[in-house]
Nanobody, 118 residues
């Protein structure tokens, strides 16, 4: 019914930047909050950033000032601009969205790997 597809992950050196994208498609009536989570090696999945339908962002303390979340409602897409990357940002990044489809539910993407290493 709803598919979320992330892109933009890869290998980057410490201090570098990456931009992740997540596009939602399928039977969509409305998209409410869109979020980015991450799960590092041996760690639990954690919320990185969230953005409401009217564009209000919220960030985890660990990324505030370095990451920027944004969305394009016309394209059903959410972005995560990541600057000043650190090795501890290495993780699989997942997109999540609360979507009104045939029912209102939470949908996940498949994840995209970000590796920060020299």
């Amino acid at each position: 019914q709803v598919q979320l597809v992330e892109s933009g992950g890869g290998l980057v050196q410490p201090g570098g930047s990456l931009r992740l994208s997540c596009a939602a498609s399928g039977s969509i009536f409305s998209i409410y909050t869109m979020d980015w989570y991450r799960q590092g090696p041996g760690k639990q999945r954690e919320l990185v950033a969230a953005i409401t339908s009217d564009g209000t962002p919220n960030y985890a303390d660990s990324v505030r000032g370095r990451f920027t979340i944004s969305r394009d409602n016309a394209k059903n897409t959410v972005y995560l601009q990541m600057n000043s990357l650190k090795p501890e940002d290495t993780a699989v990044y997942y997109c999540n969205a609360e979507v009104e489809s045939t029912y209102r539910g939470s949908w996940w993407g498949q994840g995209t790997l970000v590796t920060v290493s020299s």
